[in-house]
């Protein structure tokens, strides 16, 4: 199945569906669509069946709430439902590795294995949720464009910048892409998120933690962090992308497809 509009029990959402074998659900972050990771589904769909879906409030799917974590990793669950999935490796991008940790609370007996990238488990403090509201307020005055020009700079990194200045321009596009409802929506269950340190220190999948390493929204010590939470005996690795700032899989697609198809390998043996 390619790209397609899935009517599912929470709703319709726009998904890319490529590949056969192990399903690997791919989950954005914010305030992107599933065009993030459109060069992972390319190269692992060869060896595994990729499934992305745009988040609610993003890119093709609906644009109504309620938007809080639980509800994204809901929908999450709905979708497989839909798709007669029953497990399957969850790799998430920021927001969407707290989807991921979402879905670890919502439905553990369905995630075989957990990719995080750029991600952290912790919930925002006073500073952060603070930052959230400020955001909120200037997307509703202002628009998604002034919000984006603020949030740029920070999620690619300064190699990209310098040397790749067509990928912030195209990242900057999809950014753009949002609508104001889905923007604050998400703003709203990112201020709210709960903790995930305690789902972590119980997590008993193989777990892949990955980060770029010029990230300043999720620096290394949040993925170092996140690591050391796992509990012991759990398989897990960290891989640290040379190169790349916030959105490591859109600023060194070759880089991180390959820690992922290592990953991914060893869960179908
Ligand atoms: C993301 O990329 O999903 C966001 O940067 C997450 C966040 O702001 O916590």
């Not at 929470?10 to 569906?17: E, Q, R, S, Y």
């Not at 006073?126 to 307020?137: C, G, L, S, Y």
């Not at 910048?161 to 703003?187: H, Y």
């Not at 796992?230 to 697609?253: K, M, N, Q, W, Y």
Request: with cysteine.
């Amino acid at each position: 199945m390619g790209p397609v509009i899935v009517h599912t029990e929470n709703g319709h959402f726009g998904v890319d569906d490529v590949g056969s074998g192990l399903p690997v659900v791919f989950l954005h972050g914010f305030p992107h669509t599933r065009a993030l990771w459109a060069q992972q589904l390319f190269a692992l769909s060869v060896s595994v069946r990729c499934i992305a879906p745009d988040l609610r409030g993003f890119g093709e799917s609906l644009v109504s709430g309620p938007f809080t974590m639980e509800q994204y990793a809901s929908d999450v669950a709905a979708l497989l439902d839909h798709l007669r999935i029953e497990h399957a490796v969850l790799v998430g991008l920021s927001m969407g590795g707290y989807i991921a940790m979402a879905c670890l609370r919502h439905m553990p007996e369905r995630v075989v294995a957990l990719a995080l990238c750029d991600t952290q488990a912790n919930a925002d403090d006073e500073a952060a949720k603070q930052k959230r509201n400020d955001m909120i307020r200037m997307v509703e005055a202002d628009g998604v464009d002034a919000l984006v020009r603020l949030l740029l700079p920070g999620m690619v990194g300064q190699s990209t910048q310098m040397l790749r200045p067509d990928l912030a321009v195209e990242m900057g596009r999809m950014m753009r892409s949002a609508p104001v409802a889905g923007i604050v929506g998400a703003l709203t269950a990112l201020r709210d998120r709960p903790d995930s340190t305690e789902t972590m220190r119980r997590a008993a999948v193989p777990t892949l933690v990955a980060v770029g390493d010029e990230d300043v929204i999720t620096p290394l010590h949040k993925a170092e962090e996140l690591v050391g939470l796992l509990p012991r005996g759990t398989r897990r690795r960290l891989d640290v992308i040379a190169g790349a700032g916030h959105v490591s899989c859109f600023e060194r697609p070759s880089a991180v497809t390959h820690v992922l198809a290592e990953f991914l390998s060893a869960q179908q043996t």
